[in-house]
């Protein structure tokens, strides 16, 4: 796992502290709601929140799983996607959005990205072969993949369709929430996502019956009920007291994102005009985006880190190596330029809501002085 250091920073990268004493008390209460009780496993708590994780991203069921990785590899199964299927997905990703695909005993078939990050469904066509079963699309930082082209082809070559969504909670295409154009949408609940939990957590949004009810037997080792094992399943609960807090973090989830864009907002123009530096892609029309990340295509980026960690400033430098380029993984065959360039430049300012005008403006300061 990524470890972010602790030392003393002027502008901390994430601030779980600064967060939680901000809603301690709320969150307090709670937790002492759920122990007093004595809800603990798959109560009340996780069912509130699976109904309101549907009904903001328009699909008509969500179950709450102990990963967004598990939400992801149980869609695959619950396909029947296995050994001898392919499934198109991206390297410029976290290294789970290609695990889970070899976890299934299926071949993850990798295209590159665009300078946007995501997914050049021009490539998709060209990666399809008679064994191709689904395409993963990933939604990174916050923003969505161009879901209506990646639709036609699916459709079209009667593919399947499952999101890694793990970043783009409330994140919108056309009008759309990320998540729910395809069999499944899965999103991650870790700590640092715009909505976290105290842990681990994830939760699979999807319009099918099916990959609803199979995603809940698999969760809990396929127990229908107690009397009836249907399968051989997993652990992979939502625990209740990690629901309770995201149900309060779910009212204060719309001022979150509207807080990360306004910060967006404010770093796209103090950066403007630094020709080492290509900030995130600008808002238009088809995208509305939750900034999980601010990410910047930097020249001379590990200096630039380097520069930024002296005068107070924590980054972050995600996947320095693309995951087709580890040798152990056997991806190697992979040729994907866009994304090998991307592991060279990309570098994370900081991003939540807690940020001051002050530290986003010593943030820029520093950017611009580096590249003086």
């Not at 102990?66 to 695959?76: K, R, Y």
């Not at 997905?89 to 990798?110: D, E, K, M, N």
């Not at 161009?146 to 999101?163: P, S, T």
């Not at 996947?319 to 993984?329: E, G, T």
């Amino acid at each position: 796992m990524c470890k972010i250091q602790s030392m003393e920073y002027k502008v901390r990268f994430v601030n779980p502290q600064k967060h939680y004493t901000a809603h301690r008390d709320e969150y307090m209460a709670a937790l002492d709601d759920v122990l007093s009780r004595g809800d603990l496993i798959l109560r009340k708590d996780v069912e509130d929140f699976e109904q309101a994780i549907a009904s903001m991203v328009g699909t008509k069921y969500a179950v709450g799983l102990n990963s967004g990785t598990d939400t992801m590899f149980f869609a695959l199964k619950a396909l029947g996607i296995g050994p001898g299927d392919e499934v198109v997905t991206v390297s410029h990703t976290f290294i789970a959005s290609i695990a889970v695909i070899v976890q299934t005993g299926a071949t993850p078939v990798l295209i590159d990205v665009q300078n946007d990050f995501l997914m050049d469904v021009d490539k998709i066509e060209g990666a399809i072969t008679e064994r191709t079963k689904a395409i993963l699309p990933v939604h990174l930082n916050g923003r969505t993949c161009e879901m209506h082209k990646i639709m036609e082809i699916a459709q079209k070559r009667n593919l399947f369709v499952v999101e890694d969504a793990a970043q783009a909670l409330g994140a919108k295409y056309k009008g759309r929430h990320a998540g729910s154009f395809g069999a499944a949408g899965s999103f991650s609940l870790y700590p640092f996502k715009v909505l976290g939990c105290f842990g681990d957590g994830g939760v699979l949004a999807t319009d099918s019956e099916l990959i609803a009810d199979q995603a809940r037997l698999m969760r809990d080792h396929g127990q229908k009920t107690k009397t009836d094992i249907v399968l051989f399943g997993w652990n992979s609960r939502l625990d209740n007291v990690q629901a309770a807090v995201l149900n309060k973090k779910l009212a204060h989830f719309p001022d979150w994102v509207a807080k990360r864009r306004e910060i967006a907002k404010i770093y796209d123009q103090g950066l403007a005009g630094v020709a080492a530096l290509a900030v995130p892609p600008q808002q238009d029309e088809d995208h509305y985006d939750t900034y999980q990340n601010y990410v910047l295509r930097a020249q001379k980026r590990n200096e630039l880190a380097s520069f930024l960690k002296e005068r107070g400033v924590e980054t972050l430098i995600k996947d320095p190596i693309a995951n087709h380029k580890h040798p152990k993984l056997g991806l190697d065959h992979f040729s994907l330029p866009v994304s090998e360039r991307l592991a060279d430049e990309v570098l994370s300012l900081p991003m939540y809501p807690e940020l001051t005008d002050e530290e986003v403006q010593y943030v820029i300061e520093q950017v611009r002085n580096f590249y003086v």
